[in-house]
């Protein structure tokens, strides 16, 4: 196996415990609830999540696989196509940096501001109902949605990339649909997502190089 690859291989993941680490922080402390005032917003109330959750079952069905399948299929996707296939290491590591940058705010915020979902506080049905999914993840990171912000942000990494650039659109439309209809997000999560996907698809680029450089070193000289 190309050293490059391997190297990325064993670190990228590395990405994710920065993740993991607010969630056991968020444990320990209060953030704010501003659960209250996202009820005053239009469509965040029980009739709008009635309607889109009774839509045909094949409908939500296959939303509910676009929610659970989708979303982590696309990032792995994103990142592997450019670190296997293309081979363009610079890119693949741009990408995983961006998520990584991504977590990090949506961590701060998230451990200063909470939101209940619309499930949680009855005004939508959870419509997932598997009970590991919250090891991964909580009901509390609200604003912004990661589902939202990510598929937009591979969207916009793919905007050259004809024809597979279709298919990361289509997600970055569908997935932030199926967050709602599942009952895990707000309209103005959704919103919020697509804005923080685009910051982040614009934040300077210097970490991104010398993370790149880095890795670069590590395979080459080390490996």
Request: glycine fraction near 4%; charge should be neutral.
């Amino acid at each position: 196996m190309d050293k490059n690859i391997l190297v990325r291989l064993l670190l990228y993941p590395i990405t994710y415990i920065m993740w993991g680490g607010y969630m056991w922080y968020s444990q320990i402390i209060t953030p704010y609830n501003f659960t209250h005032l996202v009820l005053l917003l239009p469509l965040h109330n029980a009739e709008f999540y009635s309607i889109i959750q009774n839509l045909n079952p094949v409908i939500i069905e296959f939303f509910k696989i676009i929610y659970l399948y989708g979303f982590s299929s696309a990032i792995i996707f994103g990142v592997g196509y450019y670190l296997f296939i293309k081979k363009d290491f610079l890119k693949s590591d741009i990408i995983v940096v961006d998520l990584a940058i991504g977590w990090f705010f949506a961590g701060l915020i998230y451990c200063i501001a909470i939101i209940y979902s619309p499930f949680q506080v009855g005004i939508a049905k959870n419509l997932i109902n598997f009970s590991y999914f919250w090891i991964f993840t909580k009901p509390t990171y609200e604003v912004p949605s990661l589902h939202t912000a990510y598929t937009f942000l591979l969207a916009l990494h793919y905007k050259d990339e004809y024809p597979i650039n279709i298919i990361f659109y289509i997600l970055s439309i569908l997935i932030p649909i199926a967050t709602l209809i599942m009952g895990m997000h707000w309209v103005i999560d959704v919103i919020t997502g697509y804005i923080f996907g685009y910051l982040i698809y614009k934040f300077p680029k210097n970490i991104h190089l010398k993370v790149n450089k880095v890795l670069n070193y590590i395979a080459n000289e080390i490996i």
